[in-house]
């Protein structure tokens, strides 16, 4: 596709669920980027993945969260045993290598947890 | 200690003037690069600039200008002529060589940001 394509855009989930979140990436961009975003706040990274090397999972805030991408496709953010103060935005990002590219982000996926 | 940091939460700005958003970084790599992005209400995320560590021009693009002072680790934007649809959140980031998995490249750190509000 032509953007970086997140999936769903809304979702409203009980406390104690798990969720999976999906992202699409640009075609040919071989970074992968997942960032979270609380109300009024600014970015927060969360993990990354660069082709086929080990993703750098320094921003996972606990073992509830984890991701997975295949090659240089689609990846899925999944939130286990959901508590309230994962109620944000979920945001993704995807570019090339090289550090002078910037990224193209997605729409987001804002997830509230009741 | 923050790697970007931003210290206007909020600016306003009237309709036709300048206005300059500032961002200091700390690193203490010799080769990075500096980015600014835009939020709109609708929450995307739009890339306006970006700045080489190596670059000795400053970057700009359009209405957009990066005025970079390496020595004070400083990457302020500058936007000419503001408009009302300039009315956003507005991002300083910043990319090391490094990832902490000793990759090629880092993620990007971002500042907490800036809310520019344009007035009629």
């Known amino acids: 596709g032509a953007g970086v394509s997140q999936s769903p855009s809304n979702k409203v989930t009980e406390k104690g669920k798990d969720v999976e979140l999906r992202c699409d990436p640009i075609?040919?961009?071989?970074?992968l980027y997942w960032y979270r975003q609380r109300l009024g706040q600014g970015l927060e990274f969360l993990i990354y993945f660069q082709g086929n090397s080990a993703p750098d999972k320094s921003g996972l805030p606990s073992d509830r969260f984890s991701a997975e991408r295949t090659g240089e496709s689609v990846s899925t953010l999944t939130i286990q045993r959901t508590q309230q103060e994962d109620s944000a935005v979920y945001l993704c990002?995807?570019?090339?290598?090289?550090?002078?590219?910037?990224?193209?982000f997605g729409s987001g996926t804002r997830l509230t947890v009741v | 200690a923050q790697k970007i940091t931003q210290t206007q939460p909020g600016m306003f700005v009237q309709e036709k003037e300048a206005v300059t958003l500032d961002c200091t970084y700390d690193t203490s790599d010799q080769s990075y690069g500096l980015f600014w992005y835009k939020q709109p209400s609708s929450g995307e995320m739009i890339f306006l600039i970006y700045q080489g560590s190596y670059d000795e021009q400053n970057a700009t693009e359009g209405r957009y200008s990066l005025n970079f002072q390496k020595a004070r680790k400083s990457a302020n934007l500058v936007i000419s002529a503001s408009q009302l649809g300039d009315s956003a959140m507005y991002f300083c980031a910043m990319r090391e060589p490094r990832g902490n998995y000793g990759g090629s490249q880092g993620n990007l750190i971002f500042g907490k940001g800036t809310k520019l509000s344009v007035k009629p």
């Open positions: 990002a995807s570019s090339l290598k090289g550090a002078s590219y910037g990224y193209t």
């Open positions: 075609s040919g961009h071989t970074a």
